[in-house]
DNA sequence: TTTACAACCGACCCCTTGGTCGGTTACAAT
DNA sequence: ATTGTAACCGACCAAGGGGTCGGTTGTAAA
């Protein structure tokens, strides 16, 4: 057989970077359909409908891409500066066009939650993930931190500062605005620690 | 004549909520057109096109709410209070569709920015406006404040914040995790005073 | 070598979209 | 009463969207 599982990895990969780029809706199929010089049929030979290869996305493209992210970042044994140098390493390592296409996480939150709710579960699912990833991991170091801390509250906050500052990149078109915000989002998390 | 400025302003009005609840893209002029109960004709003869109403609602509807909404939170004698009333005000006093529909400006910067110069350049616009508001008032009373703020990004941090909650409440579809995310911006602010 | 079927192809379909345009209607000025 | 024109109407159009389906091709098994 021509190889199968490549084939849709393919498709897989190319729909992730253009629904990261334009949006899910604004994806269209012939777009992905070019990119991967790949016909309509093979692609409805593997998803059965647009919605459906958007999930796939999610599941097998951002999900582990998240994690892979996030977790060494907080799972050092300092999470508090392996959190600032994971957005630092962001600002500098990034390309503009990367930091102006925005999270994916937030990008589909923003598009998919209130029209479809397959799409809405898999992103507050993951969102919760990510909430505990960093709530429990600030939590095995409360003892250098702030006493009146609330883990899930701040875990929650520092994600949506994040995503907020990946939002405000886009007018500006370029890094700079972002890693305003980044540098303050920094200050925040290292005033977390006793002082 | 037929009020022709009435027609527009309600043209305007309902193309505002729409453009609100579903976006610019996904917004038709269809809907509007059967919510105005008026005919396409006459949405031609006031608007060019749908991108130009796009730029009038934005320009006519949103602008103004928007400096309605936060110039008497920040002119206020203490803008530190100011923000924490006007946050904690918008989770009890807002429906819970207002807050999933999310902040109109913030939904607009993701969705256009990237695709339209015309919508970019003015939401730009709008979050530097928002931004300096906020900066100046902060600078206003830095007598109260700990000696080494930075206004710009601070203020820059704040809207940041509060966009990326109320991106956070999509997903959710309830107010909770965003009152969560806010009583942590509150926090914030205020511990931006002196200790 | 034959067979069976997964893998793939692309012309076609229907629907919705933004946009056009020739025509009608109401009203203000003469 | 006539007329000029702003305001409005809605049938129509081309483009592009997702999705379908009968047909072809490659290859592993018999």
Not at 82 to 106: A, H, K, R, W, Y
Request: charge should be negative; proline fraction near 3%.
């Amino acid at each position: 057989m021509r190889d199968a599982e490549q084939t849709r990895q393919n498709i897989l990969e190319i729909s992730g970077d253009e629904i990261h780029k334009h949006g899910f809706t604004a994806t269209s199929l012939s777009s992905i359909l070019k990119r991967c010089k790949v016909s309509k049929g093979a692609l409805y030979h593997h998803f059965p409908n647009k919605m459906e290869l958007g999930y796939a996305v999610f599941e097998e493209i951002y999900t582990p891409m998240f994690l892979a992210m996030w977790q060494p970042a907080v799972e050092v044994d300092d999470p508090i500066e392996g959190l600032c140098q994971f957005f630092s390493l962001m600002c500098t390592e990034s390309s503009c066009d990367e930091i102006v296409s925005g999270c994916p996480l937030n990008n589909l939150c923003q598009e998919m939650s209130g029209i479809d709710e397959g799409f809405r579960l898999r992103v507050l699912n993951m969102q919760q993930q990510l909430n505990q990833l960093i709530a429990l991991n600030l939590q095995r170091v409360s003892a250098q931190l702030r006493p009146d801390i609330d883990f899930s509250q701040v875990a929650y906050f520092i994600v949506a500062s994040f995503h907020g500052s990946s939002s405000l990149s886009k007018s500006s078109q370029n890094k700079e605005l972002f890693s305003k915000v980044i540098k303050e989002l920094c200050l925040y998390i290292t005033n977390l620690r006793r002082n």
